[in-house]
């Protein structure tokens, strides 16, 4: 009985061990993932600084989220987000497909700038839809082929809060004025359940839609025109053809950036 009772507690130690294991080497696991295949994803620079992984939990925080702008936009960066947090249904990792419960993106810091007829989101966006696509288009073919497509995702909850969404207008003499703006909660339930599943792909473009349409959202555009109003009211310009130029290149820049 004593044998039976020992050789008990060494399984639930070695599996034990095995899980923290495991657990401990998923964080590596998510950073190389995030910065290999997320760039290939929006075509900007992409990738996260660290991620740490509780062991008893099997949470994971991501730190230093940070995503580039594409080429032709001046500003250093489109998006950057201190902490994401993903809540992954540990008993799913082996299945397809991998359900997470729960991704919070808390406080992203959002750039949004316009150049010409098309702006930083949009190109993003435009990019992350052309993976999508090709994405599926190879699951198609594979599934064809009886090869298997890959892993896809479900997730519960995809939360993203208290962002902020930065704006810079270039003034007639060169110099630039900015404001700022609350971005609206974000929050999807059940990412890919209906399609049993999405990839990587057609999650980050199901996303980026939505960040997107919130980011030109009337809240937004009317606290960034209230606040660009404010600002150059403030501006000491003596001329008035000169003030009226500035007034009238914000109204312009406003208008043409949020499709306004």
């Known amino acids: 009985m004593k044998k039976l009772v020992y050789a008990g507690i060494a399984l639930v130690v070695i599996v034990a061990a095995v899980l923290i294991i495991g657990i401990s080497n998923l ?35 991501l730190k230093d ?46 750039t949004y700038e316009k150049v010409r007829r098309t702006d930083n989101f949009q190109s993003i966006l435009s990019n992350v839809k052309t993976s999508a696509d090709t994405s599926k ?20 909850d995809f939360i993203i809060t208290d962002g902020k969404v930065n704006m810079a207008v270039v003034m007639p ?17 059940n990412v890919g359940e209906k399609s049993g599943g999405a990839t990587a792909e057609e999650v980050l473009y199901i996303v980026f839609t939505e960040l997107y349409d919130k980011i030109v959202s009337p809240a937004v555009t009317a606290t960034l025109n209230k606040e660009f109003k404010g600002l150059t009211s403030r501006i000491p310009i003596e001329d008035a053809e000169t003030k009226k130029s500035v007034e009238k290149t914000v109204k312009e820049t406003v208008k043409g950036l949020l499709g306004k």
């Open 65 to 110: 989220f940070y995503l580039g702008n594409p080429k032709g936009f001046k500003s250093p960066e489109a998006m950057s987000v201190n902490a994401i947090y993903v809540d992954v249904d540990e008993k799913s990792i082996t299945r397809d497909p991998i359900v997470i419960d729960r991704i919070e993106v808390v406080g992203p810091n959002i």
């Open 137 to 156: 288009s190879s699951s198609s073919s594979k599934k064809a082929s009886k090869e298997s497509p890959g892993k896809k995702f479900v997730i519960r």
């Open 173 to 189: 003499a060169g110099s630039s004025i900015s404001a700022s703006a609350s971005l609206p909660k974000i929050h999807l339930k």
């Open 27 to 61: 964080g590596p696991i998510i950073k190389t993932a995030v910065n290999k295949y997320g760039p290939a994803m929006t075509k900007t620079d992409l990738r996260v600084k660290d991620v740490n992984i509780s062991l008893f939990s099997g949470k994971a925080k």
